[in-house]
């Protein structure tokens, strides 16, 4: 089992930014981080990953404005936000995917984290 904590959510108004953490339970080494969102009536849609080898794509609507990245030895994933938009406004989740010997992935999640963007 791993356990994701998120925190870095809040209240910014457009322009700004935040800053979101996903503090795991267990060695994040080997596994693949990533970010979802999902708005009030919406679906939860994927917005950036980060894989072991460091490669770490994003989704269009947030490509130039997000950064994902992950500290290792502090078990630990972040999500840079800047130039933070109304529409960004969703419940940010963090997910692990974790390859077992037999290759069957296996994911986990937070609970989730608020951000909201708002004048």
């Known amino acids: 089992q791993v356990q994701l904590v998120e925190s870095g959510g809040g209240l910014v108004q457009p322009g700004g930014s935040l800053r979101l953490s996903c503090a795991a339970s267990t060695s994040i080494f080997s596994m693949t981080m990533g970010w979802y969102r999902q708005a009030p009536g919406n679906q939860r849609e994927w917005v950036a990953t980060i894989t072991s080898g460091g490669g770490t794509p994003l989704a269009d609507s947030v490509k130039g404005r997000f950064t994902i990245s992950r500290d290792n030895a502090k078990n630990t994933v972040y999500l840079q936000m800047n130039s933070l938009k109304p529409e960004d406004t969703a419940i940010y989740y963090c997910?692990?995917?974790?390859?077992?010997?037999?290759?069957?992935?296996?994911?986990?999640w937070g609970q989730g984290t608020q951000v909201t963007v708002s004048s």
């Open positions: 997910k692990a995917t974790k390859t077992s010997d037999r290759g069957t992935n296996y994911d986990y």
